[in-house]
């Protein structure tokens, strides 16, 4: 039952994502990392998958290195 719950927000937020990048004036990136937040604290395993992924992963890693530096 949490696992379903889990990858319905994901994937709501994935969809509200993916409109973003289409759509002008709505930001995808946040939507993006939202879900991959979700995704990396129920499991490292889909963390993992989202780093390897053409379309989130560049995203993601680049947002990663800057928190990084920031600290």
């Known amino acids: 039952m949490k696992k379903l719950l889990i990858y319905t927000v994901v994937g709501v937020f994935l969809?509200?994502?993916f409109i973003g990048f289409?759509?002008?004036?709505?930001p995808a990136l946040p939507f993006f990392l939202v879900a991959a937040l979700i995704l990396s604290r129920s499991s490292k395993r889909n963390?993992?998958?989202?780093?390897?992924?053409?379309?989130?992963?560049p995203m993601?890693?680049?947002?990663?290195r800057r928190r990084k530096k920031r600290k």
């Open 15 to 17: 969809l509200l994502g």
């Open 22 to 26: 289409i759509m002008p004036g709505i």
């Open 47 to 57: 963390f993992i998958k989202l780093l390897r992924s053409p379309l989130i992963g």
């Open 60 to 64: 993601l890693r680049t947002t990663l």
